[in-house]
């Protein structure tokens, strides 16, 4: 198993020393530079030795060959907008600095997490689980009753087109204030997902297999456990990791129709206001790194009980 050498250690090193060491000069000094212009093309060549490095730590084949690229193109990544930002001495209320990001993320590190719980554990994970298991039960009825498919799933394929933005308003007036309100939003937004990909899963299993379990007398119960249960988790997990990145996303948007003075999308519309963006931006930060973690729950839970059969 090859793993990446020197090729791809010594232009990583020395783009990211480099992209620090002009991070670090530029905050030492009291003013911005009277020309950006070097520190531009000082970035780009940096970068550019940075993507060589990458280049070569992608070719190999082993565990340090798939995390070494995208955590260094994400460190390079923001090391250069420091630099940049600085040497174009970009007002702080209009974009800040990954550092001023930081900063801002550990000064406010309690009302952030804070409003991370309400938004992801009580409105996204709450509304996230309701709505999975109430379409997995509709898919079970739409499989098992065949007017149901006809009468239902096109509604359901029709309802899941209406954007957040018109859905969330109604249901917060209607609902109220407080969180409950938000994960009916995330259920609604996860429901019809689940629902198609699910009774699309159930159907798929092959007539060869399910002859075969009929010529063997297997009740409809193990017909059912053995042949269209592992035929639709495919499909089921599928649904589950869009209606991850949906249920973070509706939640947040639900917020800034009305909230009781917590949450992200909460936190984002009142910082924003006041101009305060390093909050805003620390905000998102910390929603990206949940998402991602709920979209990598998911995904492993996938590898663990749906794997792909070698060779496909």
């Given at each position: 198993?090859?793993?990446?050498?020197?090729?791809?250690?010594?232009?990583?090193?020395?783009?990211?020393?480099?992209?620090?060491?002009?991070?670090?000069?530029?905050?030492?000094?009291?003013?911005?530079?009277?020309?950006?212009?070097?520190?531009?093309?000082?970035?780009?060549?940096?970068?550019?030795?940075?993507?060589?490095?990458?280049?070569?730590?992608?070719?190999?084949?082993?565990?340090?060959?798939?995390?070494?690229?995208?955590?260094?193109?994400?460190l390079l990544t923001v090391?250069?907008?420091?630099?940049?930002?600085?040497?174009?001495?970009?007002?702080?209320?209009?974009?800040?600095?990954?550092?001023?990001?930081?900063?801002?993320?550990?000064?406010?590190?309690?009302?952030?997490?804070?409003?991370?719980?309400?938004?992801?554990?009580?409105?996204?994970?709450?509304?996230?689980?309701?709505?999975?298991?109430?379409?997995?039960?509709?898919?079970?009825?739409?499989?098992?009753?065949?007017?149901?498919?006809?009468?239902?799933?096109?509604?359901?394929?029709?309802?899941?087109?209406?954007?957040?933005?018109?859905?969330?308003?109604?249901?917060?007036?209607?609902?109220?204030?407080?969180?409950?309100?938000?994960?009916?939003?995330?259920?609604?937004?996860?429901?019809?997902?689940?629902?198609?990909?699910?009774?699309?899963?159930?159907?798929?299993?092959?007539?060869?297999?399910?002859?075969?379990?009929?010529?063997?007398?297997?009740?409809?119960?193990?017909?059912?456990?053995?042949?269209?249960?592992?035929?639709?988790?495919?499909?089921?997990?599928?649904?589950?990791?869009?209606?991850?990145?949906?249920?973070?996303?509706?939640?947040?948007?639900?917020?800034?129709?009305?909230?009781?003075?917590?949450?992200?999308g909460f936190r984002i519309?009142?910082?924003?206001?006041?101009?305060?963006?390093?909050?805003?931006?620390?905000?998102?930060?910390?929603?990206?790194?949940?998402?991602?973690?709920?979209?990598?729950?998911?995904?492993?839970?996938?590898?663990?009980?749906?794997?792909?059969?070698?060779?496909?």
């Amino acid at each position: 198993m090859r793993r990446p050498g020197l090729g791809a250690a010594l232009p990583l090193a020395l783009s990211t020393l480099g992209l620090l060491g002009l991070a670090v000069a530029l905050s030492r000094q009291e003013a911005a530079p009277g020309r950006p212009l070097p520190w531009l093309v000082g970035v780009l060549a940096l970068l550019l030795l940075g993507v060589l490095g990458i280049r070569s730590a992608a070719r190999g084949e082993g565990r340090a060959a798939r995390v070494l690229p995208a955590a260094f193109t994400l460190l390079l990544t923001v090391l250069g907008v420091e630099v940049l930002l600085r040497a174009y001495a970009v007002p702080a209320g209009l974009i800040p600095t990954p550092s001023r990001v930081l900063t801002a993320l550990w000064e406010a590190r309690t009302v952030l997490l804070l409003d991370t719980f309400y938004t992801f554990v009580l409105e996204a994970l709450l509304g996230f689980l309701a709505g999975t298991v109430l379409g997995l039960a509709l898919a079970l009825l739409v499989v098992r009753f065949h007017f149901l498919e006809r009468g239902l799933l096109p509604y359901a394929a029709l309802f899941s087109s209406v954007p957040i933005v018109a859905l969330a308003p109604v249901v917060v007036k209607a609902l109220g204030l407080e969180w409950p309100s938000k994960a009916v939003v995330v259920a609604i937004t996860v429901l019809f997902p689940v629902v198609v990909n699910a009774v699309r899963g159930l159907q798929a299993a092959q007539p060869l297999h399910l002859d075969l379990l009929h010529t063997y007398a297997a009740s409809p119960a193990q017909t059912f456990r053995n042949v269209r249960v592992p035929t639709a988790l495919p499909f089921v997990f599928n649904a589950l990791k869009v209606g991850s990145t949906l249920a973070l996303i509706s939640a947040i948007v639900a917020e800034f129709f009305g909230t009781n003075g917590h949450g992200l999308g909460f936190r984002i519309q009142i910082e924003v206001g006041r101009f305060n963006l390093a909050v805003v931006w620390a905000a998102i930060v910390l929603a990206s790194v949940v998402g991602l973690a709920f979209f990598g729950l998911i995904s492993v839970l996938e590898r663990r009980f749906a794997p792909v059969p070698q060779g496909s």
